[in-house]
């Protein structure tokens, strides 16, 4: 089944051509093919969300959710701006309970909404059974249960990418739509309104998102959509693009956050495929098959919302276009395009699909030709005058189609079942904390045991201060000899320290000090630019000596004393 839209508009005296896409009320098929990805993914997602220590991301998150909304303002306007709306949906959240729950939860649910809206764009676009695959293919994805488990942003943008491509299919169907004249514009404009409104809501998550306009427009560009729909489409995305711009503006200003960023390698396309299809053989193969028997010509007709071009640009256009940009201006991360991945598990139920559907035409082909080979040496039947006959004939069929049904669609579930248990492991191991670049919550364990009431510490750099911030019991007694005003106070994520002279003057009293750094500040080859950096370093070489190191994935804890003076 796909979404149609006429191409030229029906007489004022004729009501419009109805479209071929449902409109009438859900159907039992289409709800449990909805429901059953949303439940199978919250459980997934469930499974180990308590996993004992949040990493540098999520501690921010986490520091900065639970700040004042002025403290919140304040911050945006230095740093994390594009992460703005995510911090002030999650103020509340935390403020009800703050621990790491909490934390992940949003993106739990958004994980689960996704799987959901990846079903229903199945079911719309296709029939219940695809949608009811497509679904269970993206939970079952370990790139979709990752970042259920991650208390960031990148969830909820990915159901705002599918919900919004859901939203454009309504909005496509809504201009074909049949009805009164009166109500039928005003349907389109409501149509149109909320999908520019559920993209603007993504892009404000996470400005990146706005490459899901580029997908959306090749969507139609494919399906040769009427001038009604693109001018319709054009000024919702108008409209997106004029409430991002400010957004966009503050965020350049912030470029250096993603400083950290590199060229994308010959290994990024290939990584990024494992991550969507799954990243084991026995998955990888099946998968890419079935995306290839989904692509088969033709894709779709003239004014016509196929699967195929809803889900192959929504797969292959903003990754493709991030990598891209990004070899002349690093800003690719596969985080980034997580939203992309809804276009996998659709063009792969769409080929499972096809794939039945070949098989059973094949299967009546051959009973066809065996039919007169059976029937050349049976004896004639008498014929019997029973009227009854055709109700038995119905009452046998319709059962019967329907087992052939459910059993197909059953079939399904079951290969997909073993792509999850080809891939548990996968998640399992996704589950240990070491499998994140670090662990506050060692790093702060750490501290508590070895720092004595009082104890001085450093961090190195500021940003080694994360560890204090996101687990403060840790550091209770110790004295941060660096800091001059907390982060809430000053509007940044880690404090703003003092002065190099200053710095000196505190440092000079101190006969032991602990050092919390991260493992490349403590290279020779790091040379910061921040005068008050630079100081830590040339104070700990002239005047302490090492004497105890801890390290910790992410963080090192190290313990100097003064060094003794020469003879």
């Known amino acids: ?62 520091q900065v959710a639970r700040r004042s909304l002025p403290q919140i303002w304040h911050l945006l306007h230095s740093v994390d701006a594009v992460h703005g709306l995510y911090y002030l949906l999650m103020h509340p959240v935390l403020a009800v309970h703050a621990d790491e729950v909490a934390l992940r939860l949003p993106s739990l649910c958004a994980a689960a909404v996704t799987a959901g809206l990846v079903a229903a764009l199945g079911t719309r676009l296709a029939r219940p059974r695809v949608g009811l695959w497509a679904g269970l293919l993206y939970a079952v994805t370990p790139m979709a249960g990752h970042f259920a488990q991650e208390g960031r942003s990148y969830a909820l943008v990915a159901a705002g990418a599918a919900g919004s491509t859901l939203l454009l299919v309504r909005a496509v169907h809504a201009a074909g739509s049949g009805g009164p004249r009166a109500r039928v514009p005003a349907r389109r404009v409501s149509a149109w309104c909320a999908y520019g409104g559920a993209v603007a809501v993504t892009v404000l998550l996470h400005e990146l998102a706005v490459l899901i306009l580029l997908a959306h427009a090749a969507t139609l560009a494919l399906a040769r959509m009427p001038r009604g729909v693109w001018r319709g489409w054009v000024r919702a995305a108008g409209a997106v693009l004029l409430v991002l711009l400010p957004l966009a503006l503050v965020s350049s200003g912030q470029a250096g956050q993603v400083a950290w960023l590199r060229p994308p390698g010959g290994d990024t396309v290939e990584s990024l495929l494992r991550a969507f299809t799954g990243p084991t053989r026995p998955v990888l193969g099946p998968y890419l098959l079935l995306i290839a028997l989904a692509l088969r010509a033709p894709l779709t007709r003239r004014g016509e919302l196929s699967l ?143 720092m004595s009431p009082g104890d001085p510490v450093l961090f190195l750099p500021e940003i080694g201060r994360r560890a204090a911030v996101a687990y403060p019991k840790g550091f209770r007694n110790a004295r941060d000899v660096a800091l001059r005003e907390p982060g809430p106070v000053s509007g940044t994520l880690y404090g703003r320290e003092t002065g190099p002279g200053e710095l000196r003057r505190r440092l000079a009293g101190l006969d032991r000090l602990w050092v919390v750094a991260e493992p490349y500040a403590l290279r020779p080859s790091w040379h910061p630019a921040e005068p008050t950096e630079q100081v830590k370093l040339a104070v700990l070489g002239e005047e302490f000596v090492q004497r105890a190191e801890f390290v910790r994935k992410g963080s090192v804890l190290r313990l100097y004393v003064r060094r003794p003076p020469a003879t």
Request: with cysteine; hydrophobic share 55%; proline share 10%.
């Open 1 to 62: 089944m796909a979404v149609k839209c006429p191409q030229v508009a029906a007489p004022a005296s004729a009501p419009a051509p109805a479209s071929s896409a449902p409109s009438g009320p859900f159907t039992v098929a289409s709800v449990v093919a909805v429901l059953v990805p949303v439940l199978v993914m919250f459980g997934i997602g469930l499974w180990g969300i308590d996993r004992g220590g949040m990493w540098r991301d999520e501690a921010v998150t986490f």
């Open 308 to 450: 195929p071009a809803v889900a192959l640009p929504l797969l292959l256009l903003p990754p493709a276009t991030l990598l891209a940009v990004s070899r002349h201006w690093p800003l690719y991360d596969d985080r980034y395009v997580l939203y992309a991945l809804a276009g996998a598990p659709l063009l792969a139920a769409a080929g499972a699909d096809r794939l039945l559907d070949t098989a059973a035409r094949l299967r009546l082909l051959a009973r066809r030709l065996r039919a007169p080979a059976d029937a050349g040496g049976a004896a004639p039947v008498p014929a019997r005058d029973d009227r009854t006959a055709p109700a038995r004939n119905a009452a046998t069929v319709l059962p019967r189609a329907l087992r052939a049904r459910c059993g197909a669609a059953l079939l399904g579930v079951v290969a997909v079942g073993l792509a999850f248990v080809s891939q548990v492991s996968v998640l399992r191991a996704d589950r240990d904390p070491a499998r994140r670049p670090d662990n506050l919550a060692a790093v702060s364990a750490a501290a508590a045991e070895r």
